[in-house]
């Protein structure tokens, strides 16, 4: 370590090699932490004191250190935070810093003393410098308060009860009041929620006053967001003061472009804050009203802050009498004027492909790329967002253009044809030097001869050009029994991604009960889809696979293959159903009572029908099969399974069989009981 006598540069030096060494290692902390503490005490220089304070607020909220490293290290800095806060001539960074360490070591020094109540002088110490924080908090530059603020959340935090939980597992390195003694001595519950009271009080008090200083403000609503989330006892509390706070309160119609930056910050941070805190509890007593103050905010933000909805519309019509330019601006056709619309731009010359007379844009980078580089599914997701935005009119346009391009082209095609058959024709153009025309009186030829010449003569031009006439797509091929089914599977691919995606808590928030007498997948939701794709495996294939039918086709020589090749692809549905199932049996359970009652229905509708019994049973294979795959990861206290029991159609004696294994566990011979009563 470097000694007291030399010079300031190369101390500073020697504290950067000795933080990266921490940084890299953090075994390091506790002999850096010691050694440095003479350095950067009271009585050294200015710059070791900022370098110091730095590094200790570093120090304790780095997560490298462990918690039982940190409780120790704060015990040894409490002495020099507390002379580095008391110096006379202390600056805004060494105050910055150690009020951040402070904020830091606070609870480590509360769970400390409340398992070491012996230990009068740490407390003593610790309280010297909670009031002296206290004492500076509102007197104090913008950066330093902000710094006080976030102490006074740390003690708060320490001094309040934490989330409910057994008490025979409490939480590990929890810190609050639940775990301070009724009879410490030093600090008495009684006396410790009186403080936190008063504190809490002042921490919200800002929300009360006439204050336009937005950064402050900030750091309050910031410091809130952890008290929401593991604190209920003071969510109530922090919303209705939230809910009393007005962040357009110092709007007006002279504001500065600074006071609107500022009031834009803190309606923005306070409506993130309260959305955060409704999605934890959407239930709650306050969340019609945190709703109702988020709807208040958004029209004060328009009424306020939107100056475009403020602004005079322009006229409808222009007034006679202006010239183009001012009819332009305000959005009026000027007669003789060329049109605004879409520029369909002219059919290059000669021969036209179909590719140029469907393109529209003159754009050289936009024609010569290669649209068949993009996959399919990119392709027509693009276009589908495209045809969604565009507006009518203009697509009209563009198909007026088109036909356009498509009569004119349509039109020089006959005309060069007609202009071929001239010449064959004896068609040619009149001399303009009519006083020099003398007719012939050479007997006509006849229709007889005209046609023996034309017969005579070869083509001497290139052939005609064919006009363009109707264009109609030929039918495909039919599918294969192996194509038909891949694309199935695929569809059914397709298909479970959707009900993955459906299977969030989100998709069913808010959701309508509409009653027993509903129809099924009528409303294009989860349900919706878990009746498609059910039914599908159930009734796709509903008398296809009977073995009484002996219609043979050309694929299928025999019942027995027949009946293979016609059920092949509701059994890959069902196994496709049973994999997404057993894949998150717990929130997924729901499909599998649903499928399995279609599976029982079913069965029971074709054994009517048949009358014969001669029918596969698929409810007694698949019940079996989705019970063999959820029984290995059961536990003791696992209500899906009874659930999934009491709400299938039936249990035969080979899922009785089931059961009976599941009580062979000791641990789990309570749920197999509870399940069959």
């Keep these: 370590m470097a000694a007291l006598g030399a010079s300031v540069a190369d101390q500073l030096a020697q504290l950067d090699k000795a933080r990266k060494l921490v940084l890299g290692d953090a075994t390091y902390y506790p002999q850096i932490v010691e050694g440095i503490l003479p350095i950067i005490g009271a009585n050294a220089r200015l710059e070791l004191r900022r370098w110091g304070a730095d590094f200790l607020a570093e120090t304790f909220a780095t997560p490298a250190l462990a918690a039982k490293q940190k409780e120790a290290l704060a015990l040894v800095v409490l002495e020099t935070l507390k002379a580095m806060l008391e110096t006379a001539d202390n600056d805004t960074d060494v105050i910055k810093g150690v009020v951040q360490a402070a904020a830091s070591v606070y609870p480590l020094v509360f769970r400390h003393i409340v398992h070491n109540p012996s230990d009068t002088a740490a407390w003593e110490t610790m309280t010297a410098i909670k009031s002296k924080i206290l004492?500076?908090?509102?007197?104090?530059?913008?950066?330093?308060?902000?710094?006080?603020?976030?102490?006074?959340?740390?003690?708060?935090?320490?001094?309040?009860?934490?989330?409910?939980?057994?008490?025979?597992?409490?939480?590990?390195?929890?810190?609050?009041?639940?775990?301070?003694?009724?009879?410490?001595?030093?600090?008495?519950?009684?006396?410790?929620?009186?403080?936190?009271?008063?504190?809490?009080?002042?921490?919200?008090?800002?929300?009360?006053?006439?204050?336009s200083d937005a950064v402050l403000v900030d750091a309050t609503l910031n410091c809130l967001s952890p008290l929401i989330r593991s604190r209920p006892s003071c969510t109530n509390k922090i919303i209705s003061a939230l809910l009393s706070f007005n962040p357009f309160k110092q709007a007006s119609s002279s504001m500065t472009p600074k006071m609107r930056v500022m009031i834009k910050s803190m309606e923005r941070t306070t409506r993130a804050l309260l959305i955060n805190a409704n999605k934890m509890n959407p239930g709650g007593p306050l969340a019609s009203r945190i709703q109702h103050y988020l709807e208040r905010l958004v029209r004060s933000k328009v009424d306020i802050l939107d100056e475009g909805s403020r602004k005079r519309p322009a006229p409808g019509e222009p007034t006679d009498g202006l010239d183009a330019s001012k009819r332009a601006r305000l959005g009026a056709g000027v007669p003789g004027a060329p049109s605004q619309g879409m520029f369909i731009p002219p059919l290059p010359p000669g021969p036209t492909s179909i590719a140029q007379l469907f393109t529209i844009t003159s754009d050289e980078a936009l024609t010569s790329f290669d649209v068949q580089q993009l996959p399919i599914d990119m392709v027509v997701q693009i276009t589908l967002s495209v045809l969604y935005r565009l507006e009518q009119g203009l697509l009209q346009e563009a198909i007026s253009g088109i036909r356009s391009r498509y009569t004119t082209l349509s039109q020089q095609q006959q005309q060069q044809h007609a202009a071929a058959l001239a010449p064959a024709l004896g068609v040619s153009g009149v001399d303009d030097d009519d006083d020099e025309y003398e007719p012939d009186f050479e007997p006509a030829e006849d229709d007889e001869q005209i046609l023996n010449k034309l017969d005579d003569d070869e083509p001497s031009g290139p052939p005609a050009v064919t006009a363009l006439g109707p264009y109609r797509i030929p039918q495909p091929p039919p599918l294969t029994e192996e194509e038909a089914e891949r694309i199935g599977q695929g569809t059914m691919t397709r298909v479970f991604g959707v009900m993955s995606l459906l299977n969030g808590p989100s998709a069913t928030k808010n959701k309508a009960k509409i009653g027993i007498n509903r129809l099924a997948a009528s409303n294009y939701d989860k349900e919706a889809w878990i009746t498609l794709i059910t039914r599908l495996a159930t009734r796709a294939s509903a008398g296809l696979d009977d073995a009484s039918l002996e219609v043979k086709s050309e694929g299928s020589t025999t019942p027995v293959e027949r009946k293979r090749a016609s059920s092949s692809f509701s059994d890959s549905i069902r196994e496709s159903l049973y994999m997404h199932i057993i894949e998150d049996f717990r929130n997924r359970i729901n499909i599998a009572i649903a499928w399995l009652n279609e599976e029982w229905y079913n069965d029971r509708i074709l054994a009517r029908q048949s009358g014969d019994g001669q029918q596969p049973q698929h409810y007694e294979k698949w019940a079996v099969k989705v019970l063999d795959g959820i029984l290995p990861y059961l536990d003791a206290r696992d209500k899906v399974f009874t659930r999934f029991l009491s709400e299938i159609p039936s249990i035969d004696e080979k899922m009785l069989g089931r059961v009976r294994g599941l009580a062979r566990d000791p641990e789990r011979v309570a749920l197999a009981v509870n399940s069959l009563q």
């Design 135 to 211: 004492k500076i908090w509102d007197t104090s530059a913008a950066g330093v308060r902000i710094c006080c603020i976030k102490f006074v959340q740390r003690v708060v935090h320490a001094q309040t009860p934490g989330m409910a939980a057994d008490p025979r597992r409490p939480i590990p390195n929890e810190i609050s009041l639940s775990i301070v003694p009724r009879s410490h001595p030093l600090i008495p519950p009684s006396s410790l929620e009186a403080e936190t009271s008063g504190l809490f009080d002042r921490l919200l008090d800002i929300f009360l006053q006439d204050t």
